[in-house]
Nanobody, 123 residues
Framework: QVQLVESGGGLVQAGGSLRLSCAASGRTFSTYTTGWFRQAPGKEREFVAAISWNGGSTYYADSVKGRFTISRDNAKNTVYLQMNSLKPEDTAVYYC????????????????WGQGTQVTVSS
């Protein structure tokens, strides 16, 4: 069993930066693909980024490529999402998720989800 807790959200002006953290419990987390998703009001949840179990591979949605960076520290059981050059359209609740599958290019199959953290970008 894996439990995920996100933190680091907040209010930031357009062009600013935030770093989200996803702290995990469970011995198997370090073997899981981990992803970040977001859901804006009135919209469906969308994929943002994913990272392989060892951090060797990453994958990003086109909308965040070049601005966001996903990373992980398995010694700390934590995955990060560094968000730079934030835009008002990045405003959403951001969720961390994990799955045992090694296919980080498929946005489905995530078994474990956090409760989310709010990111608000003002113009």
């Amino acid at each position: 069993q894996v439990q995920l807790v996100e933190s680091g959200g907040g209010l930031v002006q357009a062009g600013g930066s935030l770093r989200l953290s996803c702290a995990a419990s469970g011995r198997t987390f370090s073997t899981y693909t981990t992803g970040w998703f977001r859901q804006a009001p009135g919209k469906e949840r969308e994929f943002v980024a994913a990272i392989s179990w060892n951090g060797g591979s990453t994958y990003y949605a086109d909308s965040v490529k070049g601005r966001f960076t996903i990373s992980r520290d398995n010694a700390k059981n934590t995955v990060y999402l560094q968000m730079n050059s934030l835009k008002p359209e990045d405003t959403a609740v951001y969720y961390c998720a994990a799955k045992p599958s090694s296919n980080l290019y498929f946005s489905g199959g995530y078994n474990y989800w956090g409760q989310g953290t709010q990111v608000t970008v003002s113009s």
